[in-house]
Every structure is written in C-alpha cells, then in structure tokens.
C-alpha cells in the first residue's frame, strides 16, 4: 500500500510540473494580457506602463499610449503557437508566465522594442535590454516631453 501512495504522489507531482508549462494559440487583449485557452496570462518581469497622452486618431492603425504595446505584441505573437512557463499564480485567477512565441521572449521582446519597462524581479537582462532601448529613443523612449510627436 505504502509503495502505491508513493507512486501516486510522484505521479501527482510530475502532472503539476507539467502543467507549469503550456503552449497553444493566444489572443492579446487590450489590457496587454495573453487569453489561451481560458486561461489569463500576464507577461513576467515587464510594466507596460499606462500614457496620459490621448491618441492620433488620423493613423491607421490608431496609436496611443498603451495601445503601442498592445498592437506591438499582437503582431509578434501572430497566429504562433506560445509557449509559457507559469513563475506565480495570481489570486483574480491570472498567471504572470515567461512566454515565448518562435522562440523568442515575448517580454524582452517588448523591452527591446521600447513598449516595456524591467519590472524590479526581472531577470538582469530585461534592465539592460530597457537601457539600450532608452539609449537608442525607441518605442516610448522616443515620445518627447510633454506627448506624443505631432499632437
């Protein structure tokens, strides 16, 4: 009996581990959260910060404030699958996952392109990817004082 609980229990715990990671089709939302499944997944070791500037509404597609990294995720994560690896479970149900789309970080990713900030638990490299991305003044770093350019 002994030796059937500890193979119970050791099966139990291979299944969780398992189910840390997923992969399957995702859908951006505009709060910049992936949707798969039914499952709500929030990137790990990013802000994506919220603009007070209003949008141009005289572009195609309309671009505002947080509405950039949105636009910038969907069109990175596509119709690919996204692998994702649960780090912590939120209590509204949510989980903050490293998630990556044809093998790519999809939150360094966001850095990079200057749509993110490194949050304080990142991994190191997320604060050096954000500092080349405010060195070279691109995505939000290139928004001048004041708002966005032409408005």
Known sequence: MRTISLI??????????????????AFVEDDSTLRIGHQTVRLYGIIIPVFDQGCASTVHPVECGPREAVLALKSKVGSNFVHCDIKEHKPDGSVLATCTANDQDLAAWLIQQGWATAAPNAPPEYAVLEKIARQRGIGMWAIPPGGWPGR
């Open 8 to 25: 119970f229990g050791l099966f139990l715990s291979s299944t969780t581990i398992l189910a840390s990671d997923f992969s399957s089709y």
